[in-house]
């Protein structure tokens, strides 16, 4: 069953400058295609000493996708975790996880990282010599399939799964590390991909990870990115409750038509 949340027709709104946080969660709603924005906090910026807490935190705030990083050393320059640590959190969220695999042979973790509680998992354009195999291979898991292109890859090079996936995933920064700046280069490739989507009929969802806060959101959402990954943003100080928030608010205000 796709957990997706989509709805036909133009929905136009005035939102009372009065409301609370609690409020413009409630309208969490992309004015473009009418289509739920989501914040999927990245736990890549985590505490993994209070990891839990954490996500339970941010998921208060708003989060509705739990994002895990996982980098194998080898196609990012960086080691993170494996299915242990998504066993662990399945157990301690009954939000989707969503798990980003930055890994070279991504389908011989695939089965791995689903008995272990994934909902969605991605992979890489530029990992798959077989992206199409790679992606009915998630499918037959019974999980979401995603497909991740780098900054330096141009969304034509997906044209023959979109049909397929269930999500695209935009790299905003170079894959490997938390806390980059933001690509503005990038956004073109979400326009082009809602563009593509129009077109074609399809039905995917854009996600985006890399530099999204509270300076960059505004673009992002407006650009057409619609699930927001947020690892600094959210963790990186302060309450990840109040973050997720603040975060959420500012991406639904700039979703958001004025009568």
């Known amino acids: 069953m796709n957990p997706f949340s989509r709805h036909s027709g133009v929905c136009v709104l005035e939102f009372p400058k009065a409301a609370s946080l609690l409020d413009f969660r409630f309208y969490q709603i992309r004015f473009y295609e009418t289509t739920l ?5 990245s736990i890549l910026s985590a505490d993994f000493a209070r990891l839990g ?4 935190a941010a998921g208060e705030g708003g989060g509705s996708v739990v994002h895990v990083d996982i980098m ?3 196609f990012v320059p960086n080691l993170t975790i494996g299915p242990p640590v998504v066993k662990a959190l399945r157990q301690v969220t009954k939000l989707p996880l969503d798990c980003h695999l930055m890994i070279e042979n991504p389908d011989e973790f695939i089965p791995a990282f689903a008995e272990a509680g994934a909902d969605w998992i991605s992979v890489h354009q530029e990992a798959c010599r077989h992206l199409n195999r790679t992606l009915h291979l998630i499918k037959s898991h019974n999980c979401l399939a995603g497909a991740v292109i780098n900054p330096a890859t ?3 090079t997906l044209a023959e799964v ?4 269930d999500y695209v995933l935009v790299m905003s920064v170079n894959p490997g590390f938390g806390g980059q700046k933001f690509i ?3 956004l073109h490739k979400m326009r082009r991909l809602a563009e593509i989507r129009g077109q074609r009929g399809l039905t995917y969802r854009i996600e985006v990870d890399g530099g999204v806060a509270l300076d960059t959101v505004g673009d992002v959402v407006r650009a057409g990115g ?7 943003a959210v963790f990186g100080n302060g309450d990840p409750r109040k ?3 603040a975060l959420l608010k500012a991406a639904t205000e700039a979703a958001l038509i004025k009568v």
């Open 37 to 41: 924005i989501e914040l999927a906090p």
């Open 243 to 245: 973050n997720a928030e």
């Open 226 to 232: 619609e699930i927001l990954v947020a690892g600094n």
């Open 53 to 56: 807490e954490q996500v339970r």
């Open 154 to 156: 141009p969304v034509d």
């Open 72 to 74: 194998d050393g080898h």
């Open 162 to 165: 979109l049909d397929l996936v």
């Open 184 to 186: 503005p280069g990038t």
